[in-house]
Nanobody, 116 residues
């Protein structure tokens, strides 16, 4: 499975960005797609994931501001990020795994910078 992410960039605090990630290759029908992020000097952390069947999971820090969605026919997951804060600045990584956790894949990362 290959993951191609896009949509990062520079935005002012309070602004919005939308990330997208498309998976290609041998894709299991039952999977989890989503986003993690890693800020400078910090560990990678979960942002949001969505499993087959629209089960979603968000980090507390982004609840109410970020929305994850997916288009199953395009194997694409989106992350709509609103009301961005400087602490959201990080490299955002697209993530894919099979539901049984047998296989796991990461995208190349896209940088999101939020200026104050």
């Amino acid at each position: 499975v290959q993951l191609q992410a896009s949509g990062g960039g520079l935005v002012q605090a309070g602004g919005s960005l939308r990330l997208s990630c498309t998976a290609s290759g041998r894709i299991s029908s039952f999977n989890v797609m989503g986003w993690y992020r890693q800020a400078p000097g910090k560990q990678r952390e979960l942002v949001a994931t969505t499993a087959t069947g629209t089960i979603t999971n968000y980090a507390e820090s982004v609840k109410g501001r970020f929305t994850i969605s997916r288009e199953y026919d395009k194997n694409t997951v989106y992350l709509q990020m609103d009301s961005l804060k400087p602490e959201d600045t990080a490299v955002y990584y697209c993530y894919f795994r099979t539901l049984n956790r047998r296989d796991e894949y990461w995208g190349q990362g896209t940088l999101v910078t939020v200026s104050s």
